[in-house]
């Protein structure tokens, strides 16, 4: 088991954020085989799914650790409690962390994600709940506000979390209202720095080696988390971009490791991660042809053939 301090001495290398669709198991395969060694997480999951036994998103292989596994979802009394319970006997994270920061549609509709930030007693509960079941590392995600109206409201609601002895808090810095586009307002990464006693990471926006170079020179936060950024560049974390041959090498063992976990028949979940690490790239919107057209592993390796022709 990892300590809070062991986890603090990981945030040197940026953390992965939990991105839903995209940190499956090969996604995280691929990481590690990559040497990425710091603390990431598998897609979001929900308590009730948990409770009524679905398990396939944290399902982890020999060097996965160190993961977290974040909770997403509304107060319901006992319900966070219970899935931990049985999450404990399934999954070994390092780290638990509540989403209070997704803005999408069917996630505020538990209750949960940035609803949270105005149900402020439902987020309080949940994370008293979680407390009484979890003494480990503990985290949240969130975002700077509905709108940049909200920002002290926001700064101060997260002080009142502290008292839940949190190991960091991740804070998206755009508003709800912004959603995933502009560029995030890292200006205020100060602002909520100087009001709280936990270390604060650092997120969106940071797609490249010159993002993350920019940020520790003139900010120096006390951890970032790439999310986007990490699909483009799977090497970001090391601050190096891959050559063209490099991607088509880590798209094959994605692909590869993908048939392999879920089966060839769910092959056709991998292009949306292609189109992200081909983006840009020479010839992307013919592999993307390809790749949409392929119907089985054979097809999908066979993709990449015409680069090297
Ligand atoms: C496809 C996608 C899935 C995401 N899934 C989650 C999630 O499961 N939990 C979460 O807290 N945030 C999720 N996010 C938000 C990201 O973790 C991150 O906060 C956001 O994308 C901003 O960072 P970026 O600009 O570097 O991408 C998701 C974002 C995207 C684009």
């Not at 990981?10 to 710091?38: D, M, V």
């Not at 979390?161 to 949190?166: A, E, G, H, K, S």
Request: hydrophobic share 40%; with cysteine; charged share 25%.
């Amino acid at each position: 088991m990892f300590s809070q301090d062991q986890i603090l001495e990981k945030l040197t290398e940026p953390i992965i954020a939990p991105l839903s669709g995209y940190t499956s198991l090969p996604f995280r395969e691929l990481l590690r085989q990559n040497g990425f060694t710091g603390l990431y997480f598998p897609e979001m999951i929900n308590p009730f799914e948990i409770a009524r036994g679905k398990f396939d998103k944290t399902f982890s292989f020999e060097n996965d650790q160190p993961y977290g596994i974040q909770l997403f979802g509304g107060f319901q009394k006992g319900i966070f409690q219970e899935a931990i319970h049985i999450l404990l006997k399934k999954a070994d994270p390092v780290l638990l962390d509540l989403n209070m920061g997704c803005p999408v549609k069917k996630i505020l509709k538990t209750g949960g994600g940035v609803r949270l930030l105005e149900r402020k007693d439902d987020a309080k509960a949940i994370l008293e709940d979680i407390r009484k079941v979890w003494k480990g590392p503990l985290s949240i995600k969130t975002r700077i506000g509905f709108t940049l109206n909200d920002i002290e409201e926001t700064v101060s609601f997260l002080k009142e979390l502290q008292v839940f002895n949190l190991t960091f808090i991740t804070v998206h810095f755009r508003t709800v209202a912004e959603g995933f586009s502009p560029p995030p307002h890292w200006e205020l990464y100060q602002q909520f720095k100087d009001q709280l006693n936990v270390p604060l990471i650092l997120n969106g926006g940071i797609y490249s080696v010159s993002h993350i170079r920019e940020i520790k020179e003139n900010i120096s936060p006390d951890g970032i988390m790439l999310a986007r950024g990490i699909l483009m560049n799977p090497l970001l974390f090391k601050e190096r971009t891959p050559s063209l041959n490099e991607k088509i090498d880590m798209a094959k063992f994605f692909i590869k490791k993908y048939s392999e976990i879920y089966g060839e028949k769910r092959l056709h979940e991998i292009r949306k991660f292609m189109v992200f690490l081909f983006k840009g790239e020479i010839y992307s919107k013919a592999l993307k042809e390809k790749l949409f057209s392929s119907t089985n592993l054979e097809e999908y390796l066979e993709s990449f053939t015409f680069y090297r022709m």
